[in-house]
């Protein structure tokens, strides 16, 4: 006797049809999914075709030289690229110590307490407030309540105020990634808990946390809002004081207290122009600020991908 | 006695080595500024808070805060002044809105795609370029809404205006796409494989699989990644800055241009706002708002995705 | 037989908790100075667990907690007492694990690690102590050439013979050996096991072993433990061809476990 009951030729054609069916359910959406990568993907391409296309005629040395103007065939970006490289570089002295600080805190000495998860659950909010906010706050503290002004260091204290979640998530993520192994032998040959930290745990996850700094700095180099709340002036037409000088000691700090205009804003202030030729030269300037936030990604993607390939041999 | 016996205080020697000590000191000192970096954060918050409490606190000593939610006019620095903060709002959640009906079916049909559809390999190539994506500055974005999307648009939608709040919605929508990308399919593949397994083993096709395995297993996850994309779209300021114009306007109609929070913050910000006076208390009124309304979205989002963690 | 040995150290009442789960019962035990004593048992006996507290490393992770003593000898310092500082204890009591885990540094500065720990810079003092404790771990012929290349290019069983080394280097009081050739094939395991045999002359060992051929082998006395508690304790030779108890006997002879 056989259990094998035999199909007829309906139910073979059903099941048939019915796998038919599938198969085309799959298909159809993997074109849906397609359709919406390519829409996005020429999306991005049209922006930046038409930023390029407008803007890089305009990109000339006279341009990276020259302080902004009235008339837009003289003006340029001067004051803004040197503008962005000094709030960038106090913005970096900043966030990296505060932000590895604390997502070292967090992911190795943090007791399971109530106030530990007030600081974690705090982390995850202030990345979700908006970058204006920031720009409020240091606009009613730093430059009001301390009389700071509208400077480079206000303007470099609030990008690293803003940039601090993304450093302290991408560090834990790179500490939770050391093996405990390593911990474990540190402190099996008599380290102490810095002494593991420093020379241990931090160097194993030195690249995790590098990616992190450049993209948080990359965040930074493009946040505009929160620089133009605290008032940071759109016409500056002079330099900081420069941060060397030939005379001992050399180096000279009062450039941090000097008013400035950075690549974003000045960006900004020539779209909001109605003159034509303004918006050439916003696009050229969206071009620069385009081209260094991509290149940090992509140092920030190659160390990563590294990383990857690193961790898998 | 053998070299390696114990001298009766070497623990003691040990204890009292200055070497020692000093690494130990150290130790204790770098916890403690350890602890300071960490508790930090919760000062900024709690100085946001303060800032924005207390300067409120002056505008509405003036501005009764009836007339602020229910006034329809926004017009502090006219002679006649008005604070009815509802222009501002409709506007920012018309803007916001485009941006999830755009972000929405695009973000869930992506993240399906990533996390179901794609290889491993295509999957790899593809996240960096949305991160790419998610590292174009703003006012970028805001170059592109204004210059080239806006005319382009004004050619198929009669009546759509310079500054709208259809355009910018659109763009908003396409930018915060790869942060709802990143955290719904993260949630996705959190997705135990042996309930993907469960569902082809019952004979489902992918697509099915996806309907009826993923989407509810990740649902949490998936709703907590629109609300913080949402919460974005609602602090997101220089691309409604730049192409939705910043006039404060009450309107049901999003080809119209109209001032979102934000952009009101950032064009008070630009002119000259003499510190102390009512109108410099305006933007931290508004900023309030915005604070509490991208708070309360991110304290969901945050609770729904922890519960969707310990969930797997 | 060699002379019976002086205590090194007395385990006197050990109980120790992870959380509300106890995982050693009541352990009394001394181990002999410049002897090898092994610790067998099933996997989830404690065996490790015994070992790991001889120097705190428990200590890292939260919710443990210790009773009773081991006190170390000769002056009696109960290494699991509060009072003690856990990182003091690893100073006098080095561990080896049982994956090979050296520092992704070069040989020479895993070796040092150590000595750094102590606060020892000299240079001399530093290549002395490094080349000693590589001799004793019968590594430095085959690594004094390269001693500043990574100890990650080295073998499996190489790179344990290093933490050997690494454990070696500041003279311990203890060494101690968690499962050390699990991870490693037999020849590197033959290697180890030599010398484990010609390390006694200077230091005492307590070892915790999966394999009962290899405690047999090495070790001069040896414990068996089971689901927490120490069923019996002895000299190696008497437990493994005459146990007091059945259980002993079941274990040994592959009846269960």
């Known amino acids: ?313 | 006695m053998a070299e390696t016996s114990i001298k009766a205080s070497e623990y003691e020697a040990l204890r009292n080595n200055p070497y020692l000590r000093r690494g130990r000191l150290l130790s204790v000192v770098m916890r403690g500024i350890l602890f300071a970096c960490a508790a930090l954060s919760v000062a900024i918050t709690a100085a946001i808070i303060w800032v924005l409490v207390s300067e409120s606190w002056i505008f509405f000593k003036q501005v009764p805060l009836l007339a602020f939610l229910t006034d329809t006019h926004w017009t502090p620095v006219f002679t006649d002044a008005h604070y009815g903060i509802l222009p501002l709002l409709t506007a920012t959640f018309w803007a916001a809105g485009i941006a999830m009906a755009v972000a929405t079916p695009l973000g869930l049909a992506l993240s399906i795609y990533l996390s179901e559809f794609a290889r491993p390999n295509l999957r790899e190539t593809l996240k960096p370029i949305l991160e790419m994506l998610a590292a174009v500055p703003t006012v970028v974005f805001g170059y592109f809404a204004l210059l080239f999307l806006t005319p382009l648009a004004r050619q198929f939608i009669p009546g759509l205006s310079g500054f709208n709040l259809l355009v910018p919605g659109f763009v908003m929508g396409i930018m915060i796409l790869p942060y709802i990308v990143s955290i719904s399919e993260d949630a996705m593949r959190a997705v135990p494989m042996s309930l993907r397994e469960g569902a082809f083993a019952l004979g489902m096709s992918r697509w099915r699989m996806s309907m009826t395995v993923i989407i509810p297993a990740a649902f949490s996850g998936v709703t907590a990644a629109f609300l913080l994309g949402f919460a974005r779209a609602v602090g997101e300021t220089m691309v409604v800055a730049i192409a939705a114009g910043q006039n404060p306007n009450l309107t049901a109609d999003p080809r119209e241009g109209a001032a979102t929070i934000t952009a009101y913050i950032v064009q008070m910000s630009l002119g000259d706002l003499p510190h102390g006076s009512l109108a410099y208390s305006t933007i931290f009124a508004a900023g309030l708002v915005l604070f509490l309304i991208t708070l309360a979205f991110n304290v969901i989002g945050f609770f729904l995705r922890k519960r969707f963690r310990e969930a797997y | 037989m060699r002379t019976p040995a002086t205590a090194r150290a007395q385990v006197k009442d050990l109980n120790f908790w992870y959380g509300k789960f106890q995982a050693l019962k009541n352990i009394n035990m001394d181990i002999a100075d410049r002897r090898v004593t092994a610790i067998i048992g099933a996997s989830g006996c404690g065996k490790s667990t015994l070992l790991r507290c001889f120097n705190r490393i428990h200590d890292l992770y939260p919710g443990v907690r210790y009773e009773g003593a081991i006190n170390l000898q000769p002056d009696g310092l109960n290494l699991v007492d509060k009072g003690v500082d856990p990182i003091l204890v690893r100073l006098l009591v080095s561990m080896v694990f049982q994956k090979p885990n050296p520092f992704p540094k070069s040989i020479f500065e895993n070796v040092a690690a150590g000595l750094h720990v102590r606060g020892i810079r000299n240079k001399t003092e530093l290549e002395g102590r490094v080349e000693k404790a590589l001799r004793q771990a019968a590594l430095w012929d085959e690594v004094k050439d390269r001693l500043d290349k990574s100890a990650m290019e080295l073998s499996g069983g190489q790179q344990q013979r290093l933490c050997i080394a690494r454990a070696l280097a500041p003279e311990p009081k203890l060494l101690l050996l968690d499962e050390p050739t699990s991870a490693l094939d037999p020849i590197a395991t033959a290697k180890i096991e030599e010398l484990i045999d010609t390390l006694v002359h200077d230091v005492t060992v307590l070892i915790v072993t999966h394999n009962m051929a290899q405690a047999a082998r090495i070790s001069h006395y040896t414990a068996f433990m089971h689901l927490g508690d120490l069923i019996e304790f002895g000299e190696t030779q008497q437990l493994f061809t005459n146990p007091r108890l059945g259980q002993t006997q079941d274990y040994i002879t592959g009846r269960f476990g």
């Open chain 1, 1 to 313: 006797m056989s259990i094998d009951v035999p199909m007829g030729t309906s139910e073979r054609a059903a099941s048939a049809a019915l796998v038919r069916k599938m198969r085309r359910q799959d298909v159809i959406f993997a074109v849906v999914g397609v359709i919406v990568l390519v829409l996005v993907m020429s999306l991005l391409m049209a922006l930046v075709i038409d930023l390029v296309h407008d803007g890089i005629g305009r990109i000339n040395y006279d341009f990276l030289t020259h302080f902004p103007s009235r008339r837009a065939a003289r003006a340029g970006v001067f004051s803004a690229w040197v503008g962005t490289t000094l709030v960038m570089f106090v913005t970096a002295f900043l966030a990296a110590p505060l932000g590895i600080g604390a997502g070292l805190y967090l992911e190795e000495y943090a007791p399971k307490n109530i106030f530990s998860d007030i600081i974690e659950i705090n982390v995850s909010n202030l990345a979700g407030v908006p970058s204006i906010i920031y720009g409020l706050l240091a606009l009613g503290i730093f430059v009001y309540m301390l009389g700071m002004g509208p400077t480079i260091l206000v303007g470099g204290m609030v990008l690293a105020l803003l940039i601090l979640p993304i450093v302290i998530v991408s560090t834990r993520e790179a500490i939770r990634a050391v093996p405990s192994g390593l911990r474990e032998s540190a402190y099996g040959v008599g380290c102490n808990k810095w002494q593991v930290m420093w020379n241990y745990v931090l160097p194993s996850a030195r690249p995790g946390i590098i990616t992190g700094v450049i993209v948080g700095l990359s965040r930074a180099i493009g946040e505009t809002a929160p620089i133009i709340t605290i008032g940071a002036l759109t016409f500056i037409a002079f330099l900081p004081e420069s941060p060397v000088q030939g005379t001992p000691p050399f180096v000279n700090f009062d450039w941090l207290q000097s008013p400035f205009t950075v690549m974003p804003i000045q960006m900004f202030n020539w779209i909001s122009r109605p003159q034509p030729a303004f918006h050439v030269n916003a696009a050229a300037t969206g071009v620069l600020l385009l081209a260094m936030t991509l290149a940090m990604n992509g140092v920030a993607i190659f160390i990563r991908y590294r990383l990857r390939r690193a961790l898998k041999t």
